[in-house]
C-alpha cells in the first residue's frame, strides 16, 4: 500500500472538555538495532523542550501493522490551540535543535509529517496508553454522512477506552482522510474488541450497511505509549 496512513493517530493524552482539537504527527521509520539509541536521543530532547501550557506530545512505538505501513515509532503533538501548536512547532530550530537532528539522522530510513482536526471525542477520560487506529478513504461529500453513522454507532457500543474521529487535513497519502481511533487499558482488551451482545452486534450491522458504500477501509494499526511530554 505504499505509504498509506502515514497520517495518524492524534493521541490525546491530555483531558479534553471539547470537540476543538489539533494534532500534528511525526512518523519516522527506525531501523532495529537502533531502537535503543533513537528512544533515549527523542527522550533526552523532549525531556528539555519548554511545551506551551496546552500542548501535549506523546511518544509511542507501532508494533501493530499492516503490510506497507512504513513507521516504527510516531511523536504525537495535540492542543485545543492552533495556534499553541504552530509556534511550538515554529519553536523547533536552533542550535539545540539541529544538535537534536544530527544526533537522530542516523537511526532513520524515513519520516513523515501530518495534521489535522478533532471531529467527534468518546470517553475522553479513559485515555490509555495502547491505541488503535481505523483508516478510511471517503469522499468529501460523503464525511457528514459518514460522521453520522459514527455517532449513531457510538450510543450503543460500549468501547472500553477514549475513542475519537478525526480529519487529515494535511499531508494525507492517496486520499486517507477520516481516522477512528480508539485506546485499551490492555493488549487482552485490545485483542478481544467488538460488539459484545446481539445489541451492538445490529449497530455494527447498521454502521456497516451505512458507510460500506461510501468508505473505503485501508488499514488498521497499533500505537504502544513510551512516554508523554507537556
Known amino acids: 500500500m505504499n505509504q498509506i496512513i502515514l497520517f495518524l493517530i492524534f493521541t490525546f493524552s491530555i483531558s479534553i472538555s471539547a ?9 519516522l521509520d527506525v531501523e532495529g538495532n537502533h531502537t535503543n539509541a533513537f528512544e533515549k536521543t527523542v527522550d533526552n530532547y523532549y525531556s528539555s523542550k519548554e511545551f506551551p501550557s496546552d500542548v501535549t506530545m506523546t511518544f509511542s512505538r507501532i508494533p501493530l501493522k499492516g503490510q506497507g505501513f ?9 492542543s485545543p490551540s492552533s495556534q499553541s501548536l504552530a509556534d511550538l512547532r515554529a519553536s523547533l530550530s536552533g542550535d539545540k535543535w539541529e544538535n537534536y537532528l544530527e544526533l537522530v539522522r542516523p537511526y532513520v530510513k524515513t519520516v513523515r509529517s501530518v495534521a489535522g ?15 488503535q487506529a481505523w483508516v478510511f478513504k471517503i469522499n468529501g461529500k460523503n464525511i457528514p454522512t459518514f460522521i453520522g453513522a459514527f455517532k449513531d454507532l457510538m450510543k450503543t457500543f460500549d468501547f472500553p477506552g477514549f475513542v475519537g474521529l478525526a480529519q487529515v487535513t494535511h499531508g494525507t497519502s492517496n486520499g486517507e482522510n477520516i481516522i ?15 460488539p459484545k451482545g446481539k445489541k451492538e452486534e445490529n449497530a455494527f450491522g447498521d454502521f456497516y450497511e451505512v ?13 504502544v505509549g513510551i512516554k508523554t511530554y507537556n
Open 19 to 27: 470537540q476543538q482539537m489539533y494534532w500534528y504527527d511525526v512518523i
Open 70 to 78: 512504513e513507521g516504527t515509532h510516531i511523536l504525537s503533538f495535540v
Open 117 to 131: 482536526n478533532v471531529l467527534e471525542v468518546y470517553n475522553s477520560e479513559d485515555f490509555y496508553s495502547i491505541g
Open 180 to 194: 477512528i481511533y480508539g485506546t485499551y487499558d490492555s493488549l487482552n482488551s485490545a485483542f478481544t474488541f467488538g
Open 211 to 223: 458507510t460500506s458504500d461510501i468508505a473505503d477501509f485501508t488499514q488498521s494499526w497499533t500505537r
